[in-house]
């Protein structure tokens, strides 16, 4: 798995990927429950966590 960047709101890697409606699955904070854009598949919700612009909303 690679290495996700920290949350952009707590600046902490406690952080899981979650399976959630069947397919779809996102990143989520432990600390603080930021999520993530909904990705198709495990390694795209990483991907877009990581390529994240700095628009990012709690």
């Known amino acids: 798995m690679p290495r996700l960047r920290e949350c952009p ?3 902490n890697r406690d952080l899981q990927v979650e ?3 069947g397919d779809d699955y996102h990143v989520k ?3 603080c429950g930021a999520q993530g ?3 198709d598949t495990w390694a795209e919700a990483e991907k877009l966590w990581n390529d994240r612009d700095g628009s990012d909303k709690h």
Request: aromatic share 16%; hydrophobic share 25%.
């Open 37 to 39: 854009p909904t990705a």
């Open 19 to 21: 399976h959630f409606n």
């Open 9 to 11: 709101f707590d600046n």
């Open 29 to 31: 904070c432990k600390r």
